[in-house]
């Protein structure tokens, strides 16, 4: 009876561990969906009141708003999208984790939390721009009141306008690195490792993997929301009175080197990252004699996103007639240069689709035969990739910043094209590791035999 009694103890544990896991993840989607009411709650309460501020505010002040606020519009609206995309993969059971090193799968979020973790981002940025206005307005009234005599009938806000932005920063910033174990560590602390990753990775890491290439990709179509973050820090250091969106500024306007700077820095990472590619591909190999490989073309891709950028920041630096004569053709020329190419290897190279890897077949159709989603959504992907792609050209362009909302329509316009990029980005990568063509390192049978079945 005792041996009897100890033979069933494993098995009643085990049952025990998956009940306890059962519990623990029914717990979590309880505290997700209350954290979503809540933030959703703050984000229409936000909202509403940024409404009836912001209008009150003079140009200057909304010019700030704009400043310091919007660089988070594109990143939460990206991070809804990477939710979307979870969700959508987990329900069609398409084994996207294999695609990432095996000692990060397990870092990676699931779709409900990234979800609220884009909700809560909104609902934060949110809050702090309707703090942040209300404050402005209180601030402003407060002045005059000291100008006429009459201090008692205004008083100061409790934080000041500057105060509640660099809240808001070094809050995201914090949430990211804090080493407790709330709110997906793991996850946390992954993202923190791959950011370092790519700006060193082509110099010190002992190689680029596709996480990698994958953060820097998004980084490219970031590049807004980057000279924004760029341009918001520089107005809080320098001085928070003057307009933000004035050609004239020389140290925090459009006419600094800074400004240019931040936008190449995405495709500066990517051409790194291809150069490093490259190399170890030609050390594997053995060639030591210099030949074109993929990755040079692709490294060549991202040095056409340079002359848009450049061309575009001698707007602020030359007449209006030398402009239109002479370098406004040749940015259009640039822009177009760009995108034709970024084209081309979306849809031939990252996508593998077209008649560049097979000869087309007998029914005369340009896409591979052995696709993972319908064939009206490959056709519809190639043609509002393209177009979606000459919006990213114009986010480039810092001559164009002043046009607050075209902007911020492009800068949402790209986050949801790369959104789409990402599904067959992705569902290539698992084709390449059924195919043999990626090494996975220790992988388990059952992830190995998942992989084959997807494709």
């Not at 097979?358 to 992907?381: G, N």
């Not at 362009?397 to 790209?414: D, F, G, I, P, W």
């Not at 990626?438 to 035999?449: D, G, I, P, Y």
Request: a positive charge; aromatic letters at 10%; glycine letters at 4%.
């Amino acid at each position: 009876m005792a041996g009897a009694h100890q033979q069933h103890s494993p098995a009643r544990e085990a049952g025990n561990g998956g009940a306890t896991s059962l519990s623990g993840a029914h717990t979590r989607a309880r505290t997700s969906s209350a954290l979503n009411l809540v933030f959703l709650g703050i984000l229409c309460f936000a909202v509403a009141i940024l409404m009836r501020t912001f209008p009150a505010l003079t140009y200057a002040q909304r010019s700030l708003v704009q400043v310091y606020f919007q660089p988070f519009v594109p990143l939460a609206l990206m991070l809804a999208l990477w939710a979307a995309a979870v969700a959508a993969w987990d329900g069609a059971d398409v084994p996207w984790r294999a695609c990432f090193d095996l000692s990060t799968r397990r870092a990676h979020m699931s779709a409900t939390d990234a979800w609220t973790l884009a909700v809560g981002l909104a609902a934060a940025v949110a809050a702090s721009a309707a703090a942040f206005s209300h404050a402005t307005l209180v601030k402003t009234a407060h002045v005059h009141a000291l100008k006429a005599g009459t201090p008692e009938r205004f008083a100061p806000p409790l934080l000041s306008p500057t105060a509640i932005v660099v809240a808001l920063y070094l809050g995201v910033l914090a949430f990211v690195v804090w080493p407790q174990n709330v709110f997906n560590a793991a996850a946390r602390k992954h993202f923190a490792t791959t950011v370092a990753r790519v700006f060193v990775a082509p110099m010190w890491c002992p190689r680029v993997n596709f996480s990698d290439f994958l953060f820097a990709d998004v980084l490219t179509s970031l590049a807004k929301s980057l000279a924004d973050v760029e341009r918001a820090v520089c107005h809080l250091v320098v001085t928070d009175s003057s307009d933000p969106l004035s050609k004239g500024m020389p140290v925090c306007g459009n006419a600094s080197w800074s400004v240019p700077f931040a936008l190449a820095l995405p495709s500066l990472i990517r051409f790194a990252q291809c150069l490093r590619a490259h190399r170890d591909a030609a050390h594997a190999r053995g060639v030591t004699t210099m030949y074109m490989s993929l990755d040079l073309w692709n490294a060549l891709k991202y040095l056409t996103a340079l002359p848009v950028i450049c061309l575009s920041y001698l707007n602020h630096h030359v007449d209006a007639e030398e402009w239109v004569s002479t370098w406004r053709p040749l940015w259009l020329l640039a822009a177009v240069v760009n995108t034709t190419y970024s084209v081309y290897w979306d849809v031939t190279r990252d996508w593998e689709l077209g008649a560049i890897h097979r000869v087309i077949d007998s029914r005369r159709q340009l896409l591979r035969h052995d696709l993972l989603y319908s064939r009206e959504f490959y056709y519809y992907l190639i043609a509002s990739n393209t177009a979606m792609r000459f919006a990213w050209s114009y986010k480039l362009s810092s001559h164009l910043r002043s046009r607050v909302a075209a902007n911020l329509v492009a800068a949402c316009v790209e986050a949801v094209r790369r959104f789409q990029w990402i599904f067959v980005r992705v569902e290539v990568e698992i084709r390449k590791i059924a195919n043999g063509e990626r090494k996975l390192v220790h992988e388990r049978v059952e992830l190995a035999e998942a992989v084959n079945a997807a494709v």
